[in-house]
C-alpha cells in the first residue's frame, strides 16, 4: 500500500512538474501569437500557447496546468488592448516578462462608442487583421527574443525578416483579391464588430452587426434588428459573417428572413491543426477568401 | 395608433418573437403558479445550470454546430436532474429548496470539470444553447407548441391530484393519491418548461416568466384557478408589450418583458396595500 501510495504522489508531483525544461519557455496567450512567435523563435526557445484553438479568447478561465506553464515562462506575449482581460489579475503579478505587442502600436482604432465602453474609453483590439500592424509586432518579437538567446539573435533577426516579408506578400494578395469585389459591394455585416483594422487598410465599410458593440454578450434590441434588416435588404448584402464561437442563431434567423447567408470565420482563434486555418498567414487567407466569395457574388 | 401596433409586425422577426413570448409566458406562468406556491423558484435557475454537463457530452459527441442535438442533451440532463431533486428531497425531509441546491451545485460542477479535460472547449457552452426572443425560429415555434402543448395537457388531465399533492398533503393520504408519482411528475414538467423556454428565449426571461407572473396573479387571487388564469394572461401581456417597447425605444427585448412583467407586479403590489389600507380604515 505504502508503494502505491509513493508512486501516485510521484506521478501527481511529475504531472505538475512535467517534463524536464529544455531551452528558454515562452508562452504565448492566443494561437495567432503563438503561430508567429513560432516562426521566428529558434531550437533553442520552446513555444506554449495558453488559449485552445477554436475557443473565445474572451471566455478563458485558466487551469492548474495554464498557472504552472505562466510560473515557468521567461516571456509572456500577450496581444493586449483588453483582449485578454479576463487574465488581467493574473497576468499583473508577473511583472516585467509579460510583454503586450498591440499596446504602443501607431494608429489605434477606438472601439465603438456605444454598448462597449465601461465608463473609460475602448480600443478596438482586433489588431492582427492588418498584417502591417502584425509586421511591427514581428519587430517587438524579434527584439525580445534575441535578448533572451542572444547566441542565436543573427538567425532570430533572419526569421523575423523573411516572415515580415510574408506579411508584405499577404498584404499585398489580400489587395487584390478584394479587388474583385465590386466597390458598391464592399459592404460588411458582422456578429459584433471585429474587422476594424482590416476595414481601415482594405477600405471596405462596416454597415451592422447582430450584437452591438464590440462585445457578443450585449443584448440587441426589436429595433436594432429592424433596422439591420432594412440596411441588408435595402444594401442587398448578400451575407453576415460570424465567428465560430459565436452562438450564430438570431445571425441565422435574420439571415434566413432576407434571404442572404450566414458565413462562418475564425476570428480570434485558429482552426485546430490542420484544418483550414492553423497558421496565422491561412487563417488571413481563409478570412479573405470567404469575405470575396460571400461578397463578390452577384445577390 | 393602428398603424403603431402594425408596423413591427411587417418583420417576420417580431411575428415569430410574439408568437413565442405569449406562448412562453403562458406556459412558465401556468407552471411557475405550482413553483411559487410550492416555494421553490430556485429551480429554474438551478436547472438552467445542472443541464451543463448534458451540454458537454452533446457538445463532444454532436459538435458543437448542431444546436438541436443540444436541446435532446439539455432535455434528458434535466429531466433526470429534476427527477433527482425530487427522490433527495424525498429521502432526506430536507426542505425542497436544499434539495434543489445540493443536485445544482453538483451537476454544474461535474459540467465545468467535464469541460475543463477537454481543450478547445468553450466555458462559455450553456450560451450556446440560450435563445433569444428575437431569433425564434420557426423550428422553435414547432418546438414550443408541440412540448408546452404537452404540458399544459398533463397539467390539465391530473390537476386535481397535483395540487391536492401540492398543498394538502394528508387530504392526498386519505385519498390514497400516489403523493411520490405525482411530485415527481410536476418536477419533469417544470423540466422540460425550463429547457424550452431556455432554447427559445434564453434564461433571463425563462426566470422572471416562471416566478413574477404567477406571484402578480396570486398577491390579486387567492383561488388557484383565477390565479393560473390571471398570470397567464399578465405572462402574455407582458411579452406583447415588452416587445413593442423594444421595437420602438431600442431596449434590450429580454429585459423589457422582464420589465414590463416587473411593472404589472409593482401596480399588484401598490393596489394590494392601498385597498388593505382603505379597507382596515373603514372598518377601525
Redesign the interface.
Known amino acids: 500500500m505504502r508503494v502505491f501510495w509513493m508512486s501516485a504522489s510521484l506521478c501527481l508531483l511529475l504531472l505538475f512538474v512535467g517534463c524536464p525544461l529544455v531551452g528558454e519557455q515562452v508562452v504565448c496567450t492566443t494561437t495567432l501569437i503563438g503561430d508567429i512567435v513560432s516562426q521566428i523563435a529558434g531550437d533553442g526557445i520552446e513555444v506554449h500557447v495558453l488559449f485552445?484553438?477554436?475557443?473565445?479568447p474572451h471566455?478563458?478561465?485558466p487551469?492548474p496546468q495554464d498557472l504552472v506553464m505562466l510560473h515557468r515562462a521567461d516571456r509572456i506575449f500577450i496581444n493586449g488592448l483588453d483582449l485578454e482581460a479576463g487574465l488581467a489579475d493574473i497576468l499583473e503579478t508577473f511583472g516585467d516578462i509579460v510583454i503586450s505587442l498591440s499596446d504602443d502600436l501607431p494608429n489605434l482604432l477606438a472601439g465603438e462608442a456605444e454598448g462597449a465602453n465601461h465608463g473609460h474609453a475602448t480600443i478596438d483590439p482586433h489588431v492582427w487583421f492588418d498584417p502591417s500592424l502584425v509586421s511591427l509586432w514581428v519587430d517587438v518579437i524579434a527584439e525580445t527574443l534575441s535578448e533572451l538567446t542572444p547566441s542565436q539573435a543573427p538567425d532570430i533577426r533572419a526569421r523575423a525578416t523573411d516572415y515580415q516579408l510574408e506579411l508584405s506578400a499577404l498584404d499585398e494578395w489580400i489587395i487584390i483579391a478584394l479587388d474583385q469585389i465590386p466597390p458598391e459591394q464592399r459592404r460588411l455585416v458582422t456578429d459584433h464588430h471585429v474587422f476594424g483594422y482590416f476595414e481601415a487598410r482594405y477600405g471596405l465599410e462596416q454597415v451592422g452587426t447582430v450584437f452591438p458593440g464590440l462585445s457578443t454578450l450585449?443584448?440587441?434590441?426589436?429595433?436594432?434588428?429592424?433596422s439591420l434588416?432594412s440596411t441588408i435588404t435595402s444594401l442587398s448584402i448578400p451575407a453576415i459573417f460570424v465567428g465560430t464561437?459565436v452562438?450564430a442563431?438570431?445571425?441565422?434567423?435574420?439571415a434566413?428572413?432576407t434571404g442572404t447567408r450566414v458565413i462562418r470565420l475564425y476570428t480570434g482563434a485558429l482552426s485546430?491543426p490542420n484544418g483550414p486555418a492553423d497558421t496565422y498567414l491561412s487563417f488571413m487567407r481563409y478570412t479573405v477568401t470567404a469575405l470575396v466569395e460571400g461578397l463578390a457574388r452577384t445577390p | 395608433m393602428l398603424e403603431w401596433l402594425i408596423a413591427p409586425l411587417d418583420y417576420a422577426f417580431m411575428v415569430r418573437g410574439i408568437l413565442a413570448a405569449v406562448a412562453v409566458g403562458i406556459l412558465c406562468s401556468t407552471v411557475g403558479a405550482f413553483v411559487v406556491l410550492r416555494g421553490m423558484t430556485f429551480i429554474g435557475d438551478a436547472l438552467a445550470h445542472a443541464i451543463l454537463p448534458g451540454l458537454a457530452v452533446g457538445f463532444l459527441t454532436a459538435g458543437e454546430g448542431n444546436r438541436d442535438s443540444l436541446f435532446w442533451w439539455a432535455l434528458a440532463t434535466a429531466i433526470v436532474t429534476s427527477l433527482g431533486m425530487g427522490w433527495i428531497s424525498e429521502r432526506t425531509r430536507f426542505r425542497e429548496d436544499a434539495a434543489i441546491g445540493i443536485v445544482f451545485a453538483g451537476m454544474f460542477a461535474l459540467g465545468i470539470a467535464l469541460i475543463s479535460t477537454v481543450r478547445g472547449f468553450s466555458v462559455d457552452l450553456v450560451h450556446f444553447l440560450f435563445g433569444n426572443v428575437l431569433g425564434v425560429s420557426n423550428h422553435d415555434l414547432v418546438l414550443i407548441a408541440s412540448f408546452g402543448g404537452t404540458v399544459l395537457l398533463i397539467l390539465a388531465l391530473f390537476y386535481k391530484e397535483l395540487v391536492i399533492v401540492s398543498f394538502d398533503i394528508t387530504l392526498a393520504r386519505t385519498l390514497r393519491i400516489r403523493a411520490g408519482f405525482y411530485r415527481y411528475l410536476l418536477f419533469v414538467l417544470i423540466a422540460i418548461t425550463v429547457v424550452l423556454s431556455l432554447q427559445t428565449v434564453g434564461i433571463g426571461l425563462m426566470l422572471a416568466m416562471l416566478v413574477t407572473p404567477a406571484s402578480t396573479a396570486h398577491l390579486l387571487t387567492k383561488r388557484l384557478p383565477s390565479m393560473l388564469l390571471l398570470g397567464s394572461l399578465l405572462g402574455a401581456l407582458s411579452g406583447i408589450i415588452g416587445l413593442y417597447l423594444s421595437f420602438y425605444f431600442g431596449v434590450a427585448s429580454g429585459a423589457a418583458i422582464v420589465l414590463v412583467s416587473i411593472a404589472f407586479f409593482l401596480i399588484a403590489l401598490a393596489a394590494t396595500t392601498v385597498g388593505g389600507f382603505v379597507r382596515r380604515t373603514r372598518n377601525a
Open positions: 485552445s484553438p477554436d475557443a473565445d471566455a478563458f478561465e487551469r450585449s443584448e440587441p434590441s426589436a429595433r436594432d434588428i429592424a434588416i464561437t452562438n442563431s438570431l445571425a441565422e434567423q435574420i434566413a428572413d485546430e
